[in-house]
Nanobody
Framework: QVHLVESGGGLVQPGGSLRLSCAAS????????MGWYRQAPEKQRELVAI???????NYADSVKGRFTISRENAKNTVYLQMNSLKPEDTAVYYC??????????WGQGTQVTVSS
Protein backbone atom coordinates (compact mmCIF):
# COMPACT_ATOMS: atom_id res chain seq x y z
CA GLN A 1 0.00 0.00 0.00
CA VAL A 2 1.16 3.52 -0.79
CA HIS A 3 0.58 6.41 1.61
CA LEU A 4 0.69 10.05 0.55
CA VAL A 5 1.05 12.84 3.09
CA GLU A 6 0.49 16.43 2.02
CA SER A 7 1.54 19.53 3.91
CA GLY A 8 1.97 23.25 3.42
CA GLY A 9 -1.58 24.46 3.01
CA GLY A 10 -3.02 27.38 4.90
CA LEU A 11 -4.44 30.88 4.71
CA VAL A 12 -2.65 33.47 2.60
CA GLN A 13 -3.49 36.92 1.29
CA PRO A 14 -3.98 37.55 -2.42
CA GLY A 15 -0.62 37.91 -4.11
CA GLY A 16 1.05 35.72 -1.53
CA SER A 17 2.86 32.39 -1.86
CA LEU A 18 2.61 28.89 -0.46
CA ARG A 19 4.60 25.72 -1.03
CA LEU A 20 2.85 22.38 -0.87
CA SER A 21 4.69 19.12 -0.28
CA CYS A 22 3.59 15.54 -0.83
CA ALA A 23 5.68 12.66 0.44
CA ALA A 24 4.99 9.11 -0.71
CA SER A 25 5.80 6.07 1.40
CA UNK A 26 5.00 2.38 1.45
CA UNK A 27 5.21 -0.23 -1.29
CA UNK A 28 6.32 2.07 -4.08
CA UNK A 29 7.48 -0.01 -6.99
CA UNK A 30 7.84 2.45 -9.79
CA UNK A 31 6.39 5.93 -10.00
CA UNK A 32 5.25 7.11 -13.41
CA UNK A 33 3.93 10.50 -12.38
CA MET A 34 2.98 12.62 -9.41
CA GLY A 35 0.70 15.55 -9.55
CA TRP A 36 -1.55 18.03 -7.82
CA TYR A 37 -5.28 18.40 -8.25
CA ARG A 38 -7.69 20.74 -6.52
CA GLN A 39 -11.36 20.84 -5.71
CA ALA A 40 -13.25 23.98 -4.80
CA PRO A 41 -16.67 23.84 -3.12
CA GLU A 42 -19.37 22.63 -5.50
CA LYS A 43 -16.86 22.14 -8.29
CA GLN A 44 -15.26 19.08 -9.83
CA ARG A 45 -11.72 18.09 -9.00
CA GLU A 46 -9.33 19.50 -11.61
CA LEU A 47 -5.72 19.02 -12.60
CA VAL A 48 -3.34 21.71 -11.38
CA ALA A 49 0.05 20.33 -12.39
CA ILE A 50 1.73 17.02 -13.08
CA UNK A 51 5.32 15.84 -13.38
CA UNK A 52 6.65 12.54 -14.69
CA UNK A 53 9.84 10.71 -13.80
CA UNK A 54 11.39 12.16 -16.91
CA UNK A 55 10.60 15.65 -15.62
CA UNK A 56 7.89 16.31 -18.18
CA UNK A 57 5.46 18.82 -16.70
CA ASN A 58 1.99 19.98 -17.55
CA TYR A 59 -0.02 22.78 -15.99
CA ALA A 60 -3.58 23.98 -16.01
CA ASP A 61 -3.86 27.19 -18.02
CA SER A 62 -5.13 29.01 -14.96
CA VAL A 63 -1.87 28.48 -13.05
CA LYS A 64 0.75 28.71 -15.79
CA GLY A 65 3.42 31.25 -14.92
CA ARG A 66 2.39 31.29 -11.26
CA PHE A 67 2.79 27.69 -10.04
CA THR A 68 5.80 25.43 -10.36
CA ILE A 69 5.82 21.69 -9.78
CA SER A 70 9.02 19.89 -8.89
CA ARG A 71 9.99 16.44 -7.74
CA GLU A 72 12.69 14.97 -5.51
CA ASN A 73 12.92 11.38 -6.69
CA ALA A 74 15.22 10.19 -3.91
CA LYS A 75 12.59 11.19 -1.35
CA ASN A 76 9.53 10.26 -3.43
CA THR A 77 8.35 13.79 -2.81
CA VAL A 78 6.63 16.30 -5.07
CA TYR A 79 6.32 20.02 -4.43
CA LEU A 80 4.03 22.74 -5.69
CA GLN A 81 5.32 26.28 -5.40
CA MET A 82 2.38 28.64 -5.69
CA ASN A 83 3.05 32.34 -6.26
CA SER A 84 0.78 35.29 -6.98
CA LEU A 85 -2.11 33.46 -5.40
CA LYS A 86 -5.65 34.56 -6.22
CA PRO A 87 -8.92 34.04 -4.35
CA GLU A 88 -9.98 31.64 -7.12
CA ASP A 89 -7.09 29.37 -6.15
CA THR A 90 -8.94 28.58 -2.92
CA ALA A 91 -9.57 24.84 -2.80
CA VAL A 92 -8.56 21.58 -1.23
CA TYR A 93 -5.39 20.46 -2.96
CA TYR A 94 -4.81 16.74 -3.45
CA CYS A 95 -1.65 14.88 -4.33
CA UNK A 96 -1.91 11.99 -6.80
CA UNK A 97 0.59 9.26 -7.57
CA UNK A 98 0.37 7.04 -10.64
CA UNK A 99 2.59 3.99 -10.90
CA UNK A 100 3.87 2.41 -14.09
CA UNK A 101 1.48 -0.47 -13.47
CA UNK A 102 -1.43 1.96 -13.57
CA UNK A 103 -2.22 2.03 -9.87
CA UNK A 104 -3.45 5.39 -8.60
CA UNK A 105 -3.14 6.75 -5.08
CA TRP A 106 -4.50 9.95 -3.55
CA GLY A 107 -3.52 11.97 -0.51
CA GLN A 108 -5.99 13.20 2.06
CA GLY A 109 -5.89 16.79 0.81
CA THR A 110 -4.72 20.08 2.22
CA GLN A 111 -6.77 23.27 2.36
CA VAL A 112 -5.51 26.40 0.62
CA THR A 113 -7.45 29.58 1.30
CA VAL A 114 -6.60 32.85 -0.43
CA SER A 115 -8.36 35.74 1.24
CA SER A 116 -7.72 39.18 2.63
Amino acid sequence: QVHLVESGGGLVQPGGSLRLSCAASGSISSIYAMGWYRQAPEKQRELVAIITGGAYTNYADSVKGRFTISRENAKNTVYLQMNSLKPEDTAVYYCKLTSHSGSVYWGQGTQVTVSS
